[in-house]
């Protein structure tokens, strides 16, 4: 009798176990080193207080912006330079996911085991170039900008350029998770990414947007064309 209360205590306790602390799929760090980790439901997620976000956002459009804005030279005929970027959330879980996995298949080609603790992203500070003439042959990336009367306004503005990262020898070092030529070292002085004023490139440095996004010509696998403000409406914003 009181084995049988025991295994029924022990089976409802099990039960009330389960109900509050389900198991949860695929957890980070995964298990499986050969698995992409998509569940981080074990970590926190990153806060910032607002009168943070608010004092260095203030602090950038009184310098940085303010100075680029009375520097009409630097606009062309736009009066005030983009001071923000919105980026889908679905492109930008693509375009990390590919790059983990793209490096992890290659990787494991030549030998090397990357991991996600060994890439990173870094951020360029950009401005997109002047309309011209021969904009759509010179830059086909470019092509939705081209075409798109109120993109055509991101002429000169604040852009960003995201670029994948690789640990080489610790130092995060940029990289082409497509071309395993650049594993060792990284882009630096590879051939084919170096550009001068005497020295043009076929490879594309912008990637993976809109009709570009599944291109296999696409060989750096970076990403840019978010939605600038301005020319955008600014009511969408926070900061």
Partial sequence: MITTVLLIVV??????????????KNPCPCADSNKICLDYSNSQINELRVDLIHTMTNKYRSNQLNFVNRNTDFLGYNKKDAHSIWFDLITLKKFIYHI??????????????????????RIYYAAYPKKEENWKAKFPDLIDLYTDPNKQLYEHLHTLVMVPTLNIEGKMVDFNPKDTNTYPNGLYDMPGYIVTPSISSSLKTVAMTGSTENDPNNLTGSQNHGNLIPPANPDSEGF
């Fill in 11 to 24: 089976a409802i306790a099990f039960g009330v176990y389960v109900y509050k602390f389900p198991p949860r």
């Fill in 100 to 121: 983990e996995k793209t490096s992890r298949d290659l990787g494991a080609g030549i030998n090397r085991t990357i991991s996600d603790k060994d890439l990173g992203i």
